[in-house]
């Protein structure tokens, strides 16, 4: 069983030290296996993200890049597509519309590829913008009524896969939920300006804009309030998930991965609730939990606290081996190592990268766990030090000239070794109203692509 959640920072959830309580029963679920502490996405957009954790390769190797609106070729094998053929049932229940299944014409590509049931029905559209979606309730319920199915049908071996929406914006968590974490916006704390566009650099995105009396919808906190009730909404129909899963006599033998596609900016750097923008750490770094079936140890991790814990640097391209090696069967194909056994080896790097349409600015980074180097195509790399500096809030490449030379060759070592054949996607088909909207929200850049999911 794989969940992963859309927009999900890992530094907001009690199992990674938040001190509010957003996510109990993720928490619980952390007690029965294992926290990676460092682990990574592959981009900071939904796409992107997933087709690399579907594929254990980098997104610009399988046709997911550049941009948002690309998808996987049916060339490209994906997780679904193994397991199925090796007899496995394969179900998704997808909430997000940048994912739903593509058109007929388009033939069985992209992150719908090897999954004989795809549930992307869509039950609402954003507050903000016409973007379909589906809220965690109604994903739940989807998921556990697909899994009653199969046991109708005879059950038998199976990879599901849950993508939760919540908490991505706009933040609008049901009020007797938001009503727990709303606290008073200080009021020395400075108003933001209200952007008429989808970008978060120095404004709030305009999808992002929260009713309410004057000013208020402008602090900051506001929305910080509203993303936290927003992770806890999204907990608790979670654990009526995992509740329902538990009830089965084959969950003790089962292979629970969560995680999410990227995270989230809250104002680092200036950039306001969004993403897609950079490869920041808030956007890049994502909650990794994994609870193994029974005789199943995983690495070598620390207790802390009653939870195992791996301060390792693994990522998004670790999920195909972890699977296919957990089921016993060849996991020859992708770039991660599988997280059991032995620990992940520690001289590893893993690469992130910002690609949006070609006629923009990208950005791409590396980390080896300790450092984190990030550059573009226009001005000096950045260097940041997470041991002392976890949110990447002070560049430190002037003082350890050294470290950034080591990165930038390990990281163009890395690629060479890893390198097979690269995929070129395909565009994504928006309806026409849709695509009107996105465009007059600038959300779609006029004969270019999309970001920000």
Do not use: K
Not at 37 to 45: F, G, L
Not at 320 to 332: D, F, H, K, M, Y
């Amino acid at each position: 069983v794989l969940i992963t959640c859309d927009t999900l920072r890992a530094d907001r959830l009690g199992v990674y030290g938040y001190e509010r309580p957003t996510s109990p029963r993720l928490d619980r679920l952390a007690g029965e296996g294992v926290v990676f502490d460092a682990a990574y996405a592959s981009a900071p957009w939904t796409r992107p993200a997933l087709s690399s954790l579907m594929t254990g390769r980098y997104p610009e190797e399988v046709g997911a890049a550049p941009g948002n609106l690309r998808r996987m070729p049916a060339a490209v094998e994906t997780l679904a597509e193994r397991l199925r053929a090796h007899g496995l049932a394969t179900a998704a229940v997808v909430s997000n519309g940048l994912i739903r299944r593509p058109p007929p014409g388009a033939g069985d590509v992209d992150l719908a590829q090897g999954f004989e049931t795809y549930d992307d029905t869509m039950t609402a559209r954003e507050a903000n913008r016409e973007m379909p979606e589906r809220g965690a309730l109604e994903t739940t319920e989807a998921a556990l009524a697909w899994l009653e199915r199969h046991e109708a049908a005879g059950g038998g071996p199976f990879f599901l896969w849950v993508h939760y929406q919540d908490p991505h914006g706009p933040y609008t968590p049901p009020p007797t939920v938001a009503g727990r974490f709303d606290r008073s916006p200080p009021e020395d704390e400075p108003p933001l300006t209200v952007g008429r566009t989808m970008r978060g650099g120095g404004q709030i995105p305009f999808y992002q804009l929260l009713p309410g009396p004057s000013g208020i919808e402008r602090r900051p906190g506001v929305y910080r309030d509203r993303y936290d009730a927003e992770i806890a909404f999204f907990d608790a129909q979670l654990g009526r998930l995992l509740d329902g899963l538990a009830q089965r006599p084959w969950w003790p033998d089962a292979l629970v991965v969560f995680s999410a596609d990227h995270g989230e900016s809250l104002g680092e750097r200036d950039y306001w609730f969004c993403h897609g923008e950079h490869v920041g750490a808030e956007a890049v770094r994502v909650p990794l939990v994994v609870r193994y079936p029974r005789g199943v140890e995983g690495p070598p991790a620390r207790e802390v606290a009653g939870v195992r814990r791996v301060e390792a640097l693994v990522g998004h391209v670790d999920l195909w081996p972890t699977v296919l090696e957990t089921l016993g069967l060849p996991s020859r194909g992708s770039r991660g190592v599988a997280l059991l056994g032995p620990a992940p080896p520690p001289a590893r790097v893993l690469s992130q990268s910002f690609l949006p349409h070609e006629s923009e600015r990208g950005e791409w980074g590396v980390t080896d766990g300790r450092w984190r180097l990030v550059w573009g195509p226009e001005g000096p790399a950045r260097l940041y030090d997470h041991a002392a500096d976890p949110l990447e809030l002070t560049d430190v490449a002037a003082a350890h000239a050294d470290v950034v030379a080591a990165l930038r060759a390990r990281h163009e070592g890395a690629l060479r070794a890893g390198a097979g054949v690269v995929h070129t996607g395909s565009a994504v088909e928006l309806d026409p109203a849709t695509l009107e909207a996105l465009r007059e929200l600038g959300y779609v850049e006029v004969g270019g692509e999309g970001d920000g999911e």
